[in-house]
């Protein structure tokens, strides 16, 4: 599955596009970014509600897919620029964690 | 991180990297005060301005190994996150100064985890620099200063075993000290 169908199947919202083809093999939950940085799989979506400058560098260093951001959570506008200049595809949807990942664990 | 004290040992590090031959570490508690502050203050090389603004961006790093570098960034946001501060000063050739200051009744505190632990092993594995702690909560203080060690122990280094057992007997009953006894 890719970026893109993630997005049309759940009816996400875009904030940052960058490559939405690319694959996405697994899911992470989190918020700690420490805890994340360390075990987030590659060409995971990863879902959490911290949408600042940090997660952009964890999301890189993970080689996750996209971030999503539950909940509605808010993306730093410094957060935004830096996921346009490193390339992170940075999505939004209202549900929580735990319900989008019921969904994405059907589709992948 | 899930302990500052985690933090302590990464900022130190850094100190030590930067060729500092004295870092004080201070923790101040203060219930009353609701704030929880740590600073690290080195005698190490120093950086400019604009090295201290790369420290705190995540995408800059030293390191050749990869691209971001989170250490001081997510020490950083963990102070905010409690309506807290997180500064850094310091000067070329004269040394650097981290303070994280925390509001600690917030929800999103980090708890400051076994920072005796750290000092003991900053200490174990740094034997030729100097620290010096200091910690203080509202009901006292005290400090440890590996220089006044030194004077007392002559020649013996500061990580043989049984300097470092007394190392730690002192930290946890100073510590039980000002905490209560907790």
């Known amino acids: 599955m890719t970026v893109k169908e993630l997005i049309e199947k759940l009816d996400l919202k875009i904030l940052v596009e960058d490559d939405l083809d690319r694959e996405v093999t697994d899911c992470y939950i989190g918020d700690l970014l420490s805890w994340v940085m360390g075990r987030a799989p590659a060409d995971s979506a990863w879902l959490t509600v911290m949408g600042n400058i940090n997660s952009i560098a964890v999301a890189t260093l993970a080689d996750a897919s996209c971030i999503i951001l539950v909940e509605n959570a808010a993306l730093d506008d410094n957060a935004r620029q830096k996921a346009e200049m490193h390339g992170v595809n940075i999505l939004t949807t209202e549900e929580n964690s735990y319900q989008l990942a019921v969904k994405i664990s059907k589709l992948i | ?52 603004q790369q420290v705190i961006d995540p995408f800059f790093t030293t390191r050749t190994t990869r691209k971001v570098g989170l250490g001081v960034p997510l020490f950083k946001l963990s102070a905010e996150q409690t309506g807290g501060s997180f500064d850094i000063q310091s000067e070329k050739g004269v040394g650097t100064t981290t303070t994280a200051s925390y509001v600690k009744s917030h929800v999103d505190m980090t708890p400051l985890g076994d920072i005796n632990d750290t000092i003991k092993i900053l200490i174990q594995c740094n034997p030729d620099i100097d620290f010096i702690y200091t910690c203080t909560t509202d009901a006292g203080s005290f400090t440890l200063d590996t220089r006044e060690l030194r004077e007392v122990l002559g020649d013996v280094a500061l990580d043989t075993p049984d300097v470092l057992e007394w190392i730690a007997d002192y930290l946890e009953e100073n510590t039980k000290s000002i905490y209560g006894g907790a």
């Open chain 2, 1 to 52: 991180m899930r302990e500052l004290s985690l933090n302590v040992m990464d900022v130190a590090q850094n100190s030590v990297r930067a060729e500092a031959t004295l870092v004080r570490i201070s923790v101040t508690e203060s219930d009353k005060e609701d704030r929880l502050t740590i600073v690290i203050a080195d005698n190490g090389y120093g950086m400019t301005d604009e090295q201290v």
